[in-house]
């Protein structure tokens, strides 16, 4: 929403598949962050990027990977090494010197 | 230290009734609290958000109270509609390391 595109809005995949998800922003925005929704656990963070070419991991960071090769795309890869990858799945960008994050509207991943 | 514990984890209003979250933190460091508003489906969004040298922010039937000494700020809904049916974050960031630290959320159900 507002600038930034996660796709696709739902994604099934079976157990041992990898599965990446894309997040796009035209925001012009330098730090953008992954993080997974689960009921009653709120938003974890699982890698963020403040810089291009440049990612650091947050709070949950096993069994994922990302790159950020430009500055408007953020993919999450969900290795087959994610025991519970069954999720919601927020991308979110923040701009330099900015206190708050602006959210996609969210990629819904079920294993099946 | 970095957590931030928000109550309660549901909540249930009637129309025209005020509805109240709070949160909790720890580290003094904090200096940013938003709160976001989250829909079904939807990614968050950011609804209010105040610093620790005000003891209270408005806008519209959105309140923050803050209190510093205590560690804790609140969101009061007030005239609770059944359109504010949705899932409410607390956060709280730190300027020296810019990452927000989210509660827990609150699915707040507004009862016609």
């Known amino acids: 929403d507002g600038g930034i595109t996660q796709s696709p809005k739902y994604l099934f995949r079976k157990e041992g598949q990898n599965v990446t998800l894309s997040c796009e922003q035209n925001l012009n925005h330098d730090a953008m962050y992954w993080y997974r929704q689960d009921p009653g656990q709120g938003l974890r963070l699982i890698y963020y990027?403040?810089?291009?070419?440049?990612?650091q991991k947050g709070d949950i960071a096993e069994g994922y990977s990302v790159s950020r090769e430009k500055k408007e795309s953020f993919p999450l890869t969900v290795t087959s090494a994610q025991k519970n990858p069954t999720a919601f799945y927020l991308c979110a960008t923040q701009g330099s010197g900015a206190n708050v994050l602006t959210f996609g509207a969210g990629s819904r991943l079920t294993v099946l | 230290q970095q957590q931030v514990k928000q109550s309660p984890q549901s909540l249930i209003v009637q129309k025209g009734g005020i509805s109240i979250i709070n949160c909790a933190y720890e580290n003094t460091a904090f200096d940013y609290f938003p709160w976001y508003q989250q829909f079904p489906g939807k990614g968050p969004a950011l609804l209010i958000a105040i610093r620790p040298d005000v003891s209270e922010k408005k806008e519209g039937r959105f309140t923050i109270s803050f209190n510093k000494s205590a560690k804790q700020f609140s969101l009061h809904i007030m005239d609770s509609q059944p359109g504010d049916s949705a899932t409410y974050f607390c956060a709280a960031l730190s300027g020296a390391t810019n990452k927000l630290i989210f509660g827990t959320g609150t699915l707040l159900a507004v009862q016609p």
């Open positions: 990027s403040q810089i291009v070419n440049d990612f």
